[in-house]
């Protein structure tokens, strides 16, 4: 799979309809990013959120269950998690792979309303073929979730919020595909090792600091 880095300055010049904030083209080049645009996209109150929620950082992952690529990055996310603890993680469930994917990312996103967001989340990875809507409730099943509580988790108001929101952030921020990777005002679209994602982070880091 080809990786890319994406430019994001000028994409993100463009502001979210939502949020109605003016004058985002006088934008300076030393914050290409609006502030209003990364409130959105670090800060919103239905995204999952790994790590040290108060980190010095913070790094974005649009992702689908049915992507083999998105896949492969669980576990160095993990340990990109667990090895930094000033970094903070919004997983932003971005549904682009058929109806079996948005029901998968619904029922993850509802599994944070009984405390088992990344159980859930590594469930769904782990499962051999498609994660269609059959193997999606056997893998809350699995994880030990509540699914007629699940069930009616998944059709609330702040769940279709975050799908409806990765949609318009991915469109806006002209991103590609997944998995893609977001920190300080930098993106990256494909799979990455360990070291690449630290990298990205610590130029973050530089660059925000």
Not at 169 to 174: D, I, K, Q, R, V
Not at 181 to 207: H, I, M, N, P
Request: a neutral charge; one cysteine or more.
């Amino acid at each position: 799979m080809q990786r890319r880095h994406l430019v994001l300055a000028g994409a993100s010049l463009l502001a979210l309809p939502v949020l109605g904030r003016a004058g985002l083209a006088q934008e300076t080049r030393d914050n290409p990013m609006p502030d209003d645009l990364r409130q959105s996209l670090e800060r919103d109150p239905t995204a999952p959120v790994l790590g040290n929620p108060q980190g010095d950082i913070t790094l974005t992952e649009f992702f689908d269950y049915n992507c083999p690529f998105c896949r492969k990055m669980v576990e160095p996310m993990h340990r990109l998690i667990t090895s930094d603890r000033n970094l903070r993680v919004v997983f932003r469930e971005w549904p682009v792979f058929g109806e079996d994917s948005d029901f998968a990312a619904r029922a993850s996103l509802a599994s944070l309303q009984q405390g088992r967001y990344w159980q859930m989340h590594r469930a769904l990875f782990r499962t051999k073929g498609r994660v269609t809507e059959a193997a999606t409730m056997r893998a809350a099943r699995d994880v030990g979730l509540d699914t007629a509580r699940l069930e009616r988790d998944m059709a609330a108001e702040p769940v279709e919020r975050h799908i409806s929101m990765s949609h318009m952030l991915a469109e806006h921020m002209g991103l590609i595909g997944t998995p893609t990777f977001v920190a300080g005002d930098e993106g990256a679209f494909g799979e990455y090792s360990l070291d690449d994602l630290r990298g990205l982070v610590r130029r973050a880091r530089e660059t925000m600091g």
